[in-house]
């Protein structure tokens, strides 16, 4: 630019927010705002060549640099786009708006260093102006959801968590928390809290109760011992998705270390946690994946995975059933979809407490006290009290007791006051022979009866035979007796097929602990197969 003239540089000084505040200045005069530390040029005359008379603000490091941005507008240039009610006149935002949609823990000084910083303090007073900020505590407004980004953060205490907060990571093993203190890690708290006083169980009602918390998309370390992943005090409505909790049980029987991933507590039948889920979680290397003696009910544990520990699930133990929260112990939740394996003890342990469900669940390797399925101590699962069931879960102790291992006592999968299917189909083989030979055993335990449906197919003859075997077990008086009801196509020998039971003490010293199935066949040269499934009723 061709500079034209060089005048006496001449700068005003004054308060801007004071009279008239400040006044029009000449061409390439400036004027200093005491009062807001705002500096200012004036524009010159239109006869100068200036395109309007004004002032024009000069930025310096006391101004915000969001204030002076041009204002956020949703996809600007898209003519498809309509954000007002007129598209003349879009909706616009100021970037600070904007950017304040989302909030991070990183925005309160939560660093997720690998450990070096300790991010207790600044995590729990995210949490506390977020939710629990006497400026907008209740309001809607205020439910931001809490983000915390990739990396590895750092836990000291506990952090207590309110009604609707929402904490939300990137995911297991993208964000991760190392918990290394004692007690819980978090641990949620009722709606009379405020920051640094924290109300828990005792002081619950049904109103105003932990209720509608989200928790998804992270990873938790607990290090200590007697220490609890998420301590649900009467928690109710609430969602807790996509995390892992790892603990440091290492795979042994004894319990000194008694890490929990999950504890719900009840102050009463009606201020319970209640309607709760747990959806995609992962637990490792703990005493008890998910545990509660108290009265919760309607929770659902959906998708979840339980590996190497001493007991995952466990409902009603040491209850009572005489102090209030724990008169009935746990009931009418619902464990499905999910994985047990490695367990030491049972995968699901229901002491007290009626109609919880176990539906379409996989249990491997569990109730064997760290050894394989030939020394099977406990169940896969068990019912104490009655009103509970198993629908449809898969097994893999069958496929090492039913039909080999002979001498190696049958532990039941399912052990208890319950009915319950094995819908697992096996399939043995079947050739001719002239006196009864093993086929395959079930568990006895304290079943009363068995309904096997059997479908027998000879690749030998043209024979088929679809079929029920009916067990009534005698556990008094060591017996069994069977009735086989069956349908037959084919050429005749439809008799020639005869099955019979009895108790036997597998390994000669424990007592009866499986009914035998035997087979005779006397079709000639018959080579054959026999797939069948069962139920039981115990």
Request: aromatic share 10%; net charge negative.
């Amino acid at each position: 630019m061709a500079v034209v003239q060089i005048s006496r540089i001449q700068i005003r000084r004054g308060q801007k927010n004071t009279g008239t505040g400040i006044p029009q200045l000449a061409g390439g005069e400036m004027a200093w705002a005491v009062d807001t530390q705002e500096l200012f040029i004036g524009n010159g005359s239109v006869a100068e060549g200036s395109p309007y008379v004004g002032n024009t603000k000069i930025v310096t490091e006391q101004d915000n640099i969001f204030d002076l941005f041009e204002q956020y507008q949703y996809r600007k240039n898209d003519p498809t786009i309509q954000t007002g009610s007129d598209s003349n006149y879009p909706i616009l935002r100021t970037l600070q708006e904007r950017l304040d949609e989302r909030v991070s823990v990183a925005a309160f000084g939560a660093i997720g260093d690998q450990g070096s910083s300790d991010d207790t303090v600044a995590i729990q007073r995210a949490i506390d102006q977020l939710h629990l900020n006497p400026s907008s505590i209740g309001l809607a407004q205020s439910r931001f959801i809490l983000e915390f980004g990739p990396g590895v953060y750092t836990i000291s205490s506990t952090i207590y968590i309110p009604s609707y907060a929402s904490i939300v990571g990137a995911g297991q093993g993208r964000t991760v928390i190392n918990y290394n203190g004692t007690g819980s890690a978090f641990e949620f708290v009722n709606d009379t809290s405020t920051p640094g006083s924290y109300s828990t169980i005792s002081s619950s009602t049904f109103l105003n109760q932990p209720k509608h918390i989200y928790m998804k998309g992270l990873s938790l370390n607990i290090s200590g011992s007697n220490t609890t992943a998420f301590k649900l005090n009467a928690v109710r409505n609430s969602t807790f998705e996509d995390i892992g909790v790892t603990g440091i049980w290492l795979q042994t029987d004894a319990l000194e270390l008694n890490s929990i991933g999950i504890a719900m507590n009840a102050l009463s039948s009606v201020v319970t946690c209640d309607s709760n889920q747990f959806i995609r979680m992962n637990f490792n290397n703990l005493s008890y994946g998910i545990f509660s003696k108290q009265d919760i009910i309607n929770n659902v544990i959906d998708g979840c995975v339980f590996s190497k520990m001493h007991m995952a699930v466990s409902f009603g133990q040491g209850s009572n059933l005489s102090s209030v929260g724990e008169q009935f112990g746990p009931r009418n939740n619902s464990i499905t979809n999910s994985v047990f394996e490695d367990i030491n003890r049972q995968g699901i342990k229901v002491s007290n407490g009626s109609g919880n469900l176990s539906s379409q669940n996989r249990f491997i390797s569990v109730g064997n006290d760290g050894a394989g399925n030939t020394a099977a101590v406990y169940g896969h699962i068990e019912f104490d009290s009655i009103g509970n069931s198993s629908v449809q879960d898969i097994f893999d102790r069958a496929s090492t007791l039913a039909s080999s291992n002979l001498t190696s006592p049958y532990v039941g999968e399912v052990i208890g006051q319950t009915a319950f299917a094995n819908v697992l189909t096996r399939k043995v083989n079947i050739i001719q022979v002239g006196s009864f030979v093993n086929l395959f055993r079930l568990p006895l335990a304290n079943t009363i009866g068995y309904e096997i449906d059997y479908v027998y197919q000879s690749t030998s003859h043209s024979r088929m035979r679809f079929g029920k075997l009916l067990l009534a077990v005698d556990n008094n008086n060591n017996t069994v007796q069977l009735v086989d009801e069956y349908e037959y196509t084919g050429i005749s020998g439809d008799a020639n097929l005869e099955f019979t039971a009895s108790l036997v003490d597998s390994d000669s010293s424990s007592g009866r602990d499986a009914i035998q199935i035997k087979y005779r066949n006397s079709s000639a040269g018959d080579i054959a197969t026999l797939s069948y499934t069962y139920k039981a009723l115990s």
